[in-house]
């Protein structure tokens, strides 16, 4: 039976009802007329023909009367207009006998009537005037009252008969609206009573759909909607069941692939010997690997993805390259090795690199920061070692150089005896060499002690514009021969730094020498400086050959030089400048197009007193 089928069903109780309700109220309706037809046929009939009767007896005694006073004719045509009719009345009542002692009291009536009409039948065949008179009085109206009397006995019988019957039927009446009442309101009652519950079993499949829908909702894939049946609401049960079934197998399958994936993921990221830590969007640490756990004491369950339990050096890296990555800085890449950080592992200190990428959601929006931690322990201890070697090679060198080239000097100066020419040529390029050899000597021993911290600087507050001027003044002939134009530009605003005036020479001296080395006839360089917040920004500027993108990240290294360039230098001067620079506690860096120029830039803190 399908659904609109047992709706309808569930209505029918109630029509039920109303049939039954109808079908009493018009039988009893019936009942009751029948019963006021009743009365009128049994008791109003004989009522009306016992008044009748009465009328004719009376006008029987009245024509008797006149008989008696002489009137004869008049008497006996009003006796005869009489007779005929109230014969017809008393049979009328004959054939309507319908309460108990009527019968009797209708033969009691003909009796009656019998006897008064033998007795009229007598009294006007009388002929003298006082014998009817005597007959009058004496027979027939005794004989009229006895019949008037019966009369009226049946009348009475009637009219008791018709009130009883009238008080009968108006109890019936008032028992049929009590009956009706009462047969409505259980008729309503069960047939409602009736109909919510067929609709309530024929609804009932919806509700435990719904409850199955919600299950699966709160993700129960293993529910299932139990609905017999052929209707519309079964076919939706199986429906929805074969698509739990679907779903079920597909986050089986869907959740396995998963799984596997992650395991897989998670294998190679614990493969890493370097640690590994993800961070979520909202800064919170979702997946470390093995190395991280163990290098930084760094666990998921513990302190609920935060940095809580991380050495302060290794949180303060952690936090910094989060915040760029996040930040929509793009990849986070360290500039050198001077980034890396010391973090006391379970086998002593380790020094480590920290390297940021971003982690893209659907939207193409950044979703995590994976961050990792190079491990340049041992890189660090090379660089240590090679540092130290050429800090003693250069220091070793340094007494023998002097007096080689003190030597040289001697020979070349004819002190030790007259030389020919081309000995004094030799003699002059060696000691040019030696001029070379003593400066990188110079350098290397500077930049140890510098690295080493070994220097005290000498801050003082310091014009800009003299310190670009002085850094000026040196290249100026080497510039006009290489057809350079050299200009300082210094701000107007920025008018002290604080600084080592002799170091900040230097590095200023560094650059503009690197710059008008490696600009052609007809280019520029520009020296500036200007304010940069709590800082001075220094800006050497050229229109030169430019760096390659490979050589920009190198290029401050010791002893790296751009390949294929011969400028006689060792590679020393951008590493010094650097070093002096972070011993002010800023910054340097560089931004270059290859074939249009390079501009060297750095920082220093600017001055907090400014002259007006
Ligand atoms: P050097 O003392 O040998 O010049 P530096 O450390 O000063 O060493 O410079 C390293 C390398 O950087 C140089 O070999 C040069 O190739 C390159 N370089 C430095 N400054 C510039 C510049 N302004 N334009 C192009 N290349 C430069």
């Not at 004989?46 to 007896?57: C, D, F, K, N, W």
């Not at 018709?162 to 309101?185: E, F, G, I, P, W």
């Not at 080493?452 to 000498?458: D, K, Q, S, T």
């Not at 006689?568 to 002096?580: D, R």
Request: hydrophobic residues 45%; aromatic residues 4%.
């Amino acid at each position: 039976m399908n659904l609109r089928d047992k709706l309808l069903l569930a209505q029918v109780p109630l029509a039920l009802a109303l049939l039954v309700v109808g079908l009493l109220a018009v039988n009893t309706l019936d009942r009751v007329g029948r019963a006021g037809q009743d009365i009128l046929a049994d008791n109003y009939r004989s009522v009306l023909a016992m008044q009748r009767i009465i009328e004719h007896l009376e006008r029987l005694d009245s024509a008797a009367l006149f008989i008696v006073s002489g009137e004869q004719q008049r008497g006996v045509e009003q006796a005869d207009a009489h007779f005929q009719p109230l014969e017809l009345e008393l049979r009328l009542q004959e054939g309507n006998i319908t309460e108990p002692g009527e019968t009797e009291a209708t033969q009691a009536l003909r009796r009656a009537w019998t006897r008064y009409r033998a007795d009229y039948d007598a009294f006007v065949g009388l002929g003298a005037a006082h014998a009817r008179r005597g007959a009058y009085f004496e027979t027939l109206s005794p004989a009229f009252r006895t019949a008037k009397a019966a009369t009226q006995a049946i009348l009475a019988l009637n009219q008791d008969a018709m009130v009883r019957k009238s008080d009968a039927l108006q109890r019936q009446s008032q028992r049929v609206n009590t009956l009706m009442v009462t047969a409505v309101v259980v008729a309503l009652v069960g047939g409602l009573l009736a109909s919510a519950s067929l609709t309530h079993r024929a609804l009932r499949p919806v509700a435990v759909l719904s409850q199955a829908v919600q299950r699966l909702g709160r993700g129960d894939l293993d529910t299932r909607a139990v609905v017999e049946g052929r209707d519309e609401i079964a076919g939706l049960a199986r429906d929805f069941n074969s698509m739990a079934e679907a779903l079920r197998q597909y986050r089986r399958s869907s959740l396995g692939e998963l799984l596997q994936a992650q395991a897989a993921s998670q294998a190679a990221i614990d493969s890493l010997p370097d640690p590994v830590v993800v961070f979520g969007v909202d800064g919170g640490v979702l997946n470390v690997n093995r190395s991280a756990e163990e290098l930084l004491r760094l666990s998921l369950e513990g302190a609920g993805g935060s940095l809580g339990q991380v050495t302060p050096e290794g949180r303060s890296v952690l936090e910094r390259v989060r915040a760029h990555v996040l930040g929509g800085k793009g990849p986070y890449l360290p500039r050198g090795y001077e980034e890396a950080v010391r973090v006391d592992g379970p086998d002593g200190g380790r020094w480590l690199l920290p390297r940021g990428s971003p982690v893209y959601g659907e939207a193409g929006g950044v979703a995590g920061a994976t961050v990792l931690l190079q491990d340049v322990t041992r890189l660090r201890r090379f660089d240590e070692l090679k540092n130290d070697l050429v800090a003693t090679v250069a220091h070793e060198f340094r007494t023998p150089l002097t007096s080689l080239r003190m030597a040289i000097h001697l020979c070349a100066e004819e002190v030790a005896g007259p030389i020919t020419e081309k000995q004094a040529d030799l003699l002059f390029a060696a000691r040019e060499d030696c001029e070379r050899l003593q400066g990188i000597v110079d350098d290397l021993l500077d930049l140890s002690k510098l690295q080493a911290g070994r220097i005290v600087l000498e801050v003082r507050r310091v014009s800009t514009e003299t310190v670009l001027e002085d850094a000026l003044a040196p290249h100026r002939a080497a510039a006009d021969a290489g057809n350079v134009r050299l200009t300082a530009r210094p701000a107007p605003d920025v008018l002290e730094v604080a600084a080592d005036p002799e170091r900040l020479q230097l590095v200023l001296s560094n650059l503009v020498a690197n710059a008008v080395r490696h600009t052609g006839p007809g280019g520029d360089v520009v020296v500036r400086a200007r304010s940069d917040g709590e800082r001075v920004r220094f800006e050497v500027a050229d229109t030169g050959v430019g760096i390659a993108p490979e050589h920009q990240s190198r290029i401050f290294e010791k002893f790296y030089r751009v390949p294929g360039e011969n400028t006689g230098g060792a590679g020393l001067g951008l590493s010094i400048a650097q070093e002096i620079v972070q011993a002010h506690g800023g910054e340097m860096g560089l931004t270059s197009q290859p074939g249009q120029g390079s501009t060297f830039w750095f920082t220093l803190p600017q001055t907090a007193a400014r002259p007006g």
